[in-house]
Every structure is written in structure tokens, then in C-alpha cells.
């Protein structure tokens, strides 16, 4: 494929590993140039080689803490200029640390909480301020199926983060910003980094690759919101919504 920008330019935080890592090949497959970013170069220039050999696509890459809020804005803003456009941002930068509140751990869900809100909002504001300047873009925010409830002991904190994204995404909606399109995508159990000391029998984990697949599709149709991969998903996710809380317990 030629090197020239066909699909546009898709930025994604995250990028050096995980669901992030194999969005960025899945989108340059696509036809898509790439934005990568991550706290880890190293990882991110072995990524970026094979995605230029093998997708013949143009990437640009830089470091990237998302709690630093000054550094995201100036990292999103050189990659603009690079390109002359971003055309969709992937707001996937997330960690899963966490401990049942009051236990002594405050400093996991604090990360937690700093990373997964605090440093999405640094990328939305970033992003926002392109998009209005071009007067177009897609945005995408990563949450998750444990959005959907309130969720126990080490996963509270990080449930609540994800679905502040979800509140945060129907927030900009709402405001109709000409131009703006705005996905949440609320994967299920998809294995990657972050969840390998899971055991591999979870019920309904699926590999990196297929879950990806089914994100990258929702991505693609600019779906407003998207449980994925759609089976057992989202009739999971109709059912969380509406079960009392005993139920939902039993279910995650």
C-alpha cells in the first residue's frame, strides 16, 4: 500500500502494548497513518518498524505519561502538526490497579484513578481543541463492561473511572459540536497485558486479536456506544443494567 495518508490519521495512547497495540496494526492494515504513543518507547519503535514493513503505513511515535496533562496536550498538538490533521484519537492509556477501599492501598486506586480519568480528560481536552480547530474528528474513549454497575472490592475504583468516561463521552454529545463524532467502547473480558495474571478459563475471554477485531469494527461505524465482541456482551450488558445488585455480583 502506498505511504501516502489514504484513511487518515488515527492517535493511540496506550499504544505499546495490549488492546492499544493491536489497534495500531489493525488500523494501519485498514489503510490508516499512525499517531502511537505510550510511557514505554522501546516497545512502541519495535511496533512501529513492524507496522511499516508490514502495512507499508507512515508512524510517528513519542512518550507519553497521560497523568502528566501538560505533556499530553503538547505530545497530541506536535503530532497535529506532523500531519496536518488528526482525524480520530483513541483515548486507551489505562491501567487496572485497585484494592478494596479502606484497606491500606489507597495509592493503587489513586493511580488508578489518575491514569484512567484524570489522564483521559488531559486527552480529551487535547483532542477537543483540535477537533474544534479543524472542525471535525472522532473521538474514541476506552471504557469497559465495568462501567455499566458499581463493581466490588479491588475493581470499585476502576469501574468507577470507566464509567466516568461513558458520562464523560455523552456529556460532549450532548453539546453537538459541529463535526464531532464520539464512541464509547465497553470491551468484555479480551486478554491482554494487562489482565494476563487472570486465569486463561474465564468465562468469555476471547484472544487479543478477535476482541480487537470487534473494537476496531465498532471504531470504524462510529457507534455511538458498542458492547464487544457483541456476543455474550451486550445482552450481558442489558442484563447488568437492569438486575438488582446481588444478581450483577454473581456475574462478574
Wanted: charged content about 20%; proline content about 2%.
Amino acid at each position: 500500500m502506498s505511504s501516502h495518508n489514504d484513511r487518515g490519521v488515527v492517535l493511540v495512547t496506550g499504544a505499546s502494548s495490549g488492546l492499544g497495540e493491536e489497534m495500531a496494526r489493525q488500523f494501519a492494515a485498514l489503510g490508516y497513518d499512525l499517531a502511537l504513543c505510550a510511557r514505554r518507547t522501546d516497545r512502541l519503535d519495535v511496533l512501529a518498524d513492524e507496522i511499516r514493513i508490514a502495512a507499508g503505513r507512515r508512524v510517528e511515535i513519542a512518550v507519553l505519561d497521560v497523568t502528566d496533562s501538560g505533556a499530553v496536550a503538547s505530545v497530541f498538538h506536535a503530532f497535529a502538526q506532523k500531519y496536518g490533521t488528526i482525524d480520530r484519537v483513541v483515548v486507551n492509556a489505562g491501567i487496572g490497579k485497585g484494592a478494596p477501599l479502606g484497606t491500606g492501598r489507597s495509592d493503587a486506586n489513586m493511580a488508578t484513578a489518575m491514569t484512567n480519568f484524570i489522564g483521559a480528560l488531559a486527552q480529551t481536552e487535547a483532542a477537543l481543541e483540535i477537533f474544534r480547530q479543524q472542525g471535525r474528528g472522532h473521538l474514541v474513549l476506552i471504557s469497559s463492561m465495568s462501567a455499566l454497575r458499581g463493581m466490588r472490592r479491588s475493581m470499585t475504583t476502576y469501574a468507577a473511572t470507566k464509567a466516568a468516561l461513558a458520562s464523560l463521552a455523552e456529556g460532549l454529545r450532548s453539546e453537538n459540536i459541529r463535526g464531532l463524532d464520539v464512541s464509547v467502547i465497553h470491551p468484555g473480558y479480551i486478554r491482554s497485558e494487562m489482565n494476563a495474571h487472570v486465569a486463561q478459563k474465564t468465562r468469555f475471554m476471547v484472544g487479543t486479536e478477535t476482541g480487537v477485531r470487534a473494537m476496531v469494527k465498532a471504531i470504524e461505524k462510529r457507534r455511538t456506544k458498542a458492547y464487544v465482541p457483541a456476543w455474550p456482551w451486550v445482552p450481558i450488558g442489558i442484563a447488568m443494567k437492569i438486575l438488582p445488585l446481588q444478581v450483577v455480583r454473581r456475574l462478574t
